[in-house]
């Protein structure tokens, strides 16, 4: 069972409006290889009822004055139903491909034009009717075919569909083939679909002869070169595809990695990434980790960040060991060093960190503060003592 639309005009006594009225209905369908006789009911819009084949007399002499065989009673239907016209079937007939009905009305259905149907025909003459329309069907033209039968002659017409299919060019089908000829299509439309070229696959085999196509799919959707995977491979070879993805997804070179490896084997790879994307050098994060083994990442990717060095991290919690990461980070951007910071703490002022940022801002010393002190001003705000400094 299968539908068609049709024009109106090839429907003689036929219209619209008689599907608005159930009761007895009769209209032709005319084609030029002959005529459908339809002769039924209509009811709820439809119309059903049995029809009759008639082939018209001049078009079936005409057939055969081609050399096609006289239509048999089940190709009546289809000649006039898939529109069969002379002309096709004399253009079929000049390419010299086929005097079988059933092969002509195949061609039409399919929509085969004569000129495929001859450049075809000139690239394989022994091409069945069946392997024809296959290859239209998927759009194969006639050089492409002709190329990769002229590469690969055991190729089977499904699979130069494939290949075709998933754009696979022939030059590029010869190269893998003979790479590797034990390649399916399969993992050759794979390659070609992630547009994994044959010098990547080599090299990357070469680096690694256990990776399969999926992991090299992988590697080269993530840009991942083959020198580059061999240095992270043969530096941690646990690693897997994935972490290598994502280390290269970040920018981690296999020497940061290394480096990082080194100061901390316990890290993993997303801590590695979050550490390389905040800029900490290997150096750096060794320096935090030792002084203050309980510093997260996330604290750590913070006061680089901030552009805060170990060394000043740790002047500062040497000075101070209660102040957060925040704290210290307020201090770095205010240009508040360790020294100042213990200065003011001698104080007996209990300033805040937010009063030690203000008054170093100011260019406030303790000196200065002790001598406001010597001259009675005791117990004064960070604010006032920038007002004194200001007003005089």
């Known amino acids: 069972m299968n539908t068609q639309d049709v024009p109106l005009s090839s429907l003689p006594g036929f219209s619209l409006s008689m599907l608005g009225h159930d009761g007895p209905i009769k209209f032709v369908y005319v ?33 055969e004055k081609m050399g096609y065989a006289t239509p048999r009673d089940e190709d009546a239907f289809s000649l006039v139903t898939s529109d069969v016209t002379l002309s096709y079937a004399q253009a079929v007939r000049d390419t010299g491909a086929t005097t079988s009905i059933a092969s002509l009305i195949d061609l ?16 394989d003459p022994s091409l069945s009717i069946e392997a024809i329309v296959s290859l239209y069907d998927h759009g194969v033209k006639p050089d492409y075919y002709k190329t990769m039968k002229a590469a690969a002659p055991q190729l089977a017409i499904e699979e130069i569909n ?9 030059d590029s089908y010869k190269s893998f083939a003979s790479l590797s ?3 399916s299509i399969e993992e050759i439309n794979s390659l070609c679909d992630h547009g994994v070229t044959p010098d990547y696959y080599q090299a990357l085999k070469s680096a690694d002869p256990n990776l399969s196509i999926e992991q090299i799919d992988s590697l080269f959707d993530h840009g991942v070169k083959p020198d580059s995977y061999k240095s992270f491979a043969s530096l941690s070879p646990k690693l897997s595809i994935e972490q290598i993805n994502s ?16 100061a901390d084997p316990n890290l993993s790879i997303e801590q590695i990434d979050s550490l390389f994307d905040h800029g900490v050098k290997p150096d750096s994060y060794k320096g935090f980790a030792s002084f203050s083994p309980k510093l997260s990442i996330e604290q750590i990717n913070s006061l680089c960040d901030h552009g805060v060095k170990p060394e ?33 703490r001698a104080l007996p002022d209990k300033f805040s960190i937010a009063d030690v940022s203000e008054l170093r801002d100011h260019g406030i010393s303790a000196s200065y503060i002790r001598n406001l002190h010597n001259m009675g001003m005791k117990n004064l705000t960070a604010d006032q003592v920038v007002h004194l400094r200001e007003g005089n």
Do not use: W
């Open 31 to 63: 084609r030029e290889a002959g005529r459908i006789l339809c002769e039924g009911s209509v009811s709820d819009g439809r119309a059903s009822g049995p029809f009759t084949v008639e082939l018209n007399p001049s078009f079936v002499s005409s057939l």
């Open 247 to 262: 280390l290269y997804d970040h920018g981690v070179k296999p020497e940061y990695y290394q480096s990082m490896k080194s």
């Open 108 to 123: 039409q259905d399919h929509g085969v034009k004569p000129d495929y149907l001859k450049a075809i025909k000139a690239a």
């Open 312 to 344: 000043f991290y740790q002047g500062i919690k040497t000075t101070d060991a209660t102040l957060s990461i925040e704290e210290i980070n307020q201090l770095l951007d205010h240009g508040v060093a360790p020294e100042y910071l213990k200065e003011i």
């Open 162 to 170: 494939s290949l075709f299919d998933h754009g696979v060019k022939p």
């Open 181 to 183: 000829p034990k390649l």
